[in-house]
């Protein structure tokens, strides 16, 4: 599972609209995807890293444009 670190999310470059959309757009469905995929790890999976079934569901409930 690969994570956003703030480092990546700024960009200092001038983007442009289209440019900006299509960042926002794949932040958006990175973050779908990663919890999507959160909710198929095992309960070792989530032990390993110190998550619990609650936390889970906390972050799977979010909205995908919600970080």
Do not use: C
Not at 8 to 34: A, P, Y
Request: proline fraction near 3%; hydrophobic fraction near 35%; charge should be negative.
């Amino acid at each position: 599972m690969s994570t956003y670190s703030p480092e990546k999310m700024i960009n200092n470059h001038d983007l442009g609209f289209l440019s900006g959309l299509g960042e926002t757009l794949h932040v958006w469905g990175e973050r779908w995807r990663q919890r999507r995929e959160l909710s198929h790890w095992t309960e070792r999976d989530l032990h390993d890293v110190g998550l619990s079934w609650s936390d889970v569901v906390r972050e799977a409930e979010k909205p995908f444009w919600q970080a």
